[in-house]
């Protein structure tokens, strides 16, 4: 019987061993991928509940709300300084000289001196300030609890109020006009820059909470619907593109969207041209905030104090 066994077993290897030889897959050399682009990631600490982050061309700044200060970081990460502020700083802005710091619960802005982070300035706004922005011409402030947005003008300090939608908690500005999201109105409001007249108010998703410019377009994050939302200049919608969950943040970085998923923990970057999702990538916790300088994302991770250097190449991986 074992002799018979083994006449088999020879049987068969003899016949199947040429198919076996000549199958694809045995003929085929197996195709390696390209390398995929690196993702390099470097973490810093700072102060509790790091809520804004900006680079002003030479430095990068945090606001930590629970700490009540800013910190200025070189781009490689050390802390050149710890500056004091008012109640709970929410929004930095840079006008080209000096950092603005939004107060949330001191009803202020203060006005810092880049170089070395001394006060120059406190001036008095609306009531709970949420965010900040510079439009070459003077800071505007989104007063959350006011539903109203103010202009100050630099060149002599004079200011001016207009209403907006429910609770502004973000701006943007497009060249001419200011962008406003509304948080609890679920919307942005278009004003004209020069004179602060209302272009309308287009609907967007539930909380929206960031907003960013790409040089055409309007983008703003919907926090409840996981998903931003694309305008047009005009303010009609162009398309939605889901993210991760409770995406807070958008910037605009060489070519492509970056958003801060806060429930997600991560950072979702966007290909400009199609809207599709290239990549997401895990940070620290809670990311609430992001910048750009002109080489890696900063992000503050508001649960996590501290910010996150990333560096993410521009293609799409294969």
């Known amino acids: 019987m074992n002799g018979k066994l083994q006449l088999r077993n020879v049987w068969l290897l003899t016949f199947l061993s040429p198919l076996f030889a000549l199958s694809p897959a045995a003929q085929t050399s197996p195709v390696s991928k390209p390398p995929q682009p690196a993702i390099i990631k470097l973490d810093f600490a700072v102060g509790r509940s790091p809520n804004a982050v900006l680079f002003d061309g030479n430095s990068i700044w945090v606001a930590n709300q629970m700490a009540d200060n800013v910190m200025k970081l070189s781009v490689d990460g050390t802390n050149l300084g710890t500056f004091p502020t008012g109640a709970r700083p929410t ?20 006005k810092l001196r880049a170089s070395d982070g001394a006060l120059l300035e406190t001036v008095k706004v609306g009531r709970r300030p949420e965010a900040l922005l510079f439009d070459g011409n003077g800071i505007w402030v989104a007063n959350g609890d006011d539903n109203t947005v103010t202009k100050l003008r630099e060149s002599d300090g004079a200011s001016c109020t207009f209403v907006v939608g429910n609770r502004p908690v973000a701006l943007a500005f497009d060249g001419q006009n200011l962008w406003v999201v ?18 309308g108010t287009f609907e ?11 040089g055409a377009d309007i983008w703003v994050t919907n926090f409840f619907s996981s998903n ?21 943040a958008i910037a605009f970085a060489g070519g492509h969207m970056l958003v801060a998923n806060y429930g997600g923990s ?3 970057q966007i290909e400009l041209d199609t809207g599709k999702v ?34 993410v190449a521009a293609n799409n991986p294969s």
């Open 266 to 268: 991560s950072v979702t």
């Open 228 to 248: 931003v939302t694309r305008l047009n200049s005009d303010g009609t919608l162009r398309d939605r593109i889901a993210v991760a969950d409770g995406p807070a």
């Open 278 to 311: 290239i990549r997401t990538i895990p940070v620290g916790r809670g990311p609430i905030s992001l910048t750009y300088d002109g080489a890696n994302v900063w992000v503050a991770n508001s649960g996590g104090n501290s910010v996150s250097k990333v560096k």
């Open 182 to 199: 509304n948080n609890n109105g679920n919307s942005v409001t278009k004003l004209r820059g020069d004179d602060g007249v209302s272009l």
């Open 91 to 110: 929004a930095l802005a840079y006008d080209g000289e000096n950092i603005w710091v939004a107060n949330k619960f001191s009803n202020n802005v203060m």
């Open 204 to 214: 967007v998703g539930r909380e929206p909470m960031g907003i960013a410019f790409d």
